[in-house]
Nanobody, 118 residues
Framework: QLQAYGGGLVQAGGSLRLSCAASGRTASSYAMGWFRQAPGKEREFVAAISWTGGNTYYRDSVKGRFTISRDNAKNTVYLQMNSLKPEDTAVYYC?????????????WGQGTQVTVSS
């Protein structure tokens, strides 16, 4: 089971940090990452990190602004979001699955709302 939290309302240019805690063996040896879904749009990939943390990748629109990291001792993955833009507004979902986490997802978190005001 994945539990995501840390969303909220922030002004454009601001920052938020999302966290996703995995319970049990949900994230054991899996890559973890974040997806998002804006109103009226399909869910899209945001960022992923490998089990060891040695590999990461991001969608182009967040490169240089978002940073994904993980702490396996705490079974937690983080998404540091800086220089937020109104177009980043969405419900953010954490996910776990085999690397590279783009097509095969084994577990989803419940989602946390991020709203960026202009």
């Amino acid at each position: 089971q994945l539990q995501a939290y840390g969303g909220g309302l922030v002004q454009a240019g601001g920052s938020l940090r999302l966290s996703c805690a995995a319970s049990g063996r949900t994230a054991s040896s899996y890559a973890m990452g974040w997806f998002r879904q804006a109103p009226g749009k399909e869910r899209e990939f945001v960022a992923a990190i490998s089990w060891t943390g040695g590999n990461t990748y991001y969608r182009d629109s967040v490169k240089g602004r978002f940073t994904i990291s993980r702490d396996n001792a705490k079974n937690t993955v983080y998404l540091q979001m800086n220089s937020l833009k109104p177009e980043d507004t969405a419900v953010y979902y954490c996910a776990a699955g085999p690397w590279p986490l783009k097509t095969t997802i084994r577990a989803w978190g419940q989602g946390t709302q991020v709203t960026v005001s202009s």
